[in-house]
């Protein structure tokens, strides 16, 4: 019996070792635009790629490129990386994705994959200044120097104007075929799959690791979408107005907090929104807010917290550095600058127009406070209050919708059901709230 339980030990003893002596090797996929979303995923495949002792990471590869200043933050972790960094061309690297695939130990491509066309282009497909060029020659010269691959020729990927014998003719830029790419030391072998790029590197016994993103960080990627942005920033300026509207209610202020903080939580952890930027928003909502319930009329404020807010919002959706857009293209300030002039004028739209009806629809009626306090039910209201019912006086300030009117000789509290009224236009009192009178515009 010994001698089995013996056996026995030794059999789990070599299936533990035989576990621990395999390679670890991690596959991350760089298939789509190269923008913080992606980088943030490739900073979370590395971090992965140490946390389960990786002995090799290979990059599934297939892109037309992205943002160059995240191209080049992906380049840096690369390059960082401790142990062997491999990609896989499996049918583009083109740009931002050229300039990666070099930053990698070895390089590996499919039958039919390219490499190259490396050309810095605006959001429209044309051409940017030279002053990206530039950029973009500097870092893929240097980067193929690193890897001891031709600089030339990395430059040869970015300046058409380039001439190198038996390569390539003044007028065009380099894109490789995968023949092209090995005969010039740009690729290591042609391969169909992963698992040959291990067989080629005498990798046998190993165990796979795809890294893919957890369901937060797939919700915190979405919410870097612009689109929902703009639909962010309509929601935080509809719920604070919407809470001020109905104090205690809570809905609309939750509203607003949630889509605050899905707004910024993603660029802060994508390193885009700066501890400044993020105080620069909240001075500019405490402003506007301000402006529409406290400070009578339209002024230095309303003008300063509107401008602080949408420059705000636009360096937060940037990876500028303080103010500095060198390298940042004219298309992304463009989007970021048209969705938030758009959020912005969104909610404004809202509170303008839908306020009112919202206020008094009968889903908010079921979730605001509407009770009356009849007298007999032993409420009591201000006597001279009750007897200003219908009277009819003016706006001595704007009405936003609180604020104060002037009915016989005396300045008074007064409020509207959600519509503007500018100063010195003709009220009606219709109900009263306390020693607060309710009044509508006098139209007619």
């Given at each position: 019996m010994r001698i089995i339980l013996l056996m026995v030990g030794i059999l789990f003893s070599v299936q533990a070792f035989a576990q621990s002596g395999k390679k670890q090797v991690m596959v991350m996929d760089?298939?789509?635009?190269?923008?913080?979303?992606?980088?943030?995923?490739?900073?979370?495949?590395f971090e992965h790629a140490d946390k389960i002792k990786a002995d090799y990471v290979i990059i599934d590869m297939d892109t037309y490129g992205g943002v160059l200043t995240d191209a080049k933050e992906i380049v840096d972790v690369v390059m960082d990386s401790k142990k062997p960094v491999w990609v896989f061309i499996n049918?583009?690297?083109?740009?931002?994705g050229a300039l990666i695939s070099i930053a990698c130990d070895s390089i590996y491509m499919s039958p039919g994959a390219s490499i190259g066309a490396a050309t810095v282009v605006e959001g429209d497909g044309k051409q940017a200044p030279d002053k990206y060029q530039s950029y973009m020659r500097s870092i893929m010269r240097s980067t193929a120097e690193e890897n001891h691959r031709d600089p030339r020729i990395a430059e040869g990927m970015v300046d058409e104007r380039v001439v190198i014998d038996s390569v390539k003719q003044a007028g065009k830029v380099i894109t490789f075929t995968t023949t092209e790419a090995i005969a010039h030391g740009y690729c290591e072998a042609k391969v169909e799959?992963?698992?040959?790029?291990?067989?080629?590197?005498?990798?046998?016994?190993?165990?796979?690791?795809?890294?893919?993103?957890?369901?937060t960080e797939k919700?915190?990627?979405?919410?870097?979408?612009?689109?929902?942005?703009?639909?962010?920033?309509?929601?935080?300026?509809?719920?604070?107005?919407f809470e001020l509207q109905t104090p205690g209610v809570g809905f609309p202020l939750f509203a607003a907090i949630t889509a605050l903080v899905l707004y910024l939580v993603p660029y802060y952890l994508n390193g885009l929104a700066d501890y400044?930027?993020?105080?620069?928003?909240?001075?500019?909502?405490?402003?506007i807010m301000a402006e529409i319930f406290v400070i009578p009329g339209f002024g230095i404020a309303g003008v300063a917290g509107i401008t602080l807010t949408l420059v705000s919002l636009v360096?937060?959706?940037?990876?500028?550095?303080?103010f500095n857009f060198e390298f940042v293209p004219?298309?992304?300030?463009?989007?970021?600058?048209?969705?938030?002039?758009?959020?912005?004028?969104?909610?404004?739209?809202?509170?303008?127009?839908?306020?009112?009806k919202l206020l008094e629809s009968k889903a908010f009626q079921r979730i605001a406070l509407n009770d009356a306090q009849n007298s007999a039910e032993g409420y009591t209201v201000n006597a001279n209050a009750q007897s200003m019912l219908n009277k009819k006086g003016v706006a001595h300030t704007v009405l936003r919708p609180s604020g104060k009117i002037l009915l016989d000789g005396e300045v008074l509290d007064a409020f509207t059901?959600?519509?503007?009224?500018?100063?010195?236009?003709?009220?009606?009192?219709?109900?009263?709230?306390?020693?607060?009178?309710?009044?509508?515009?006098?139209?007619?």
């Open positions: 760089i298939k789509d635009e190269i923008d913080p979303r992606m980088l943030r995923y490739v900073k979370l495949a049918s583009d690297a083109a740009s931002a799959s992963i698992e040959e790029i291990l067989k080629r590197n005498k990798i046998e016994n190993y165990e796979l690791h795809h890294f893919k993103l957890g369901a919700i915190i990627a979405f919410f870097l979408n612009p689109f929902i942005s703009g639909i962010l920033i309509l929601v935080i300026l509809g719920g604070i107005y400044w930027e993020i105080i620069a928003l909240f001075v500019g909502l405490l402003l360096l937060i959706m940037l990876n500028n550095d303080f004219l298309g992304d300030i463009v989007q970021a600058s048209f969705v938030a002039v758009a959020g912005l004028a969104g909610g404004f739209l809202l509170l303008i127009f839908a306020g009112p059901r959600g519509e503007f009224i500018e100063k010195g236009e003709a009220v009606e009192v219709i109900g009263t709230e306390g020693v607060t009178l309710r009044v509508r515009k006098i139209t007619e």
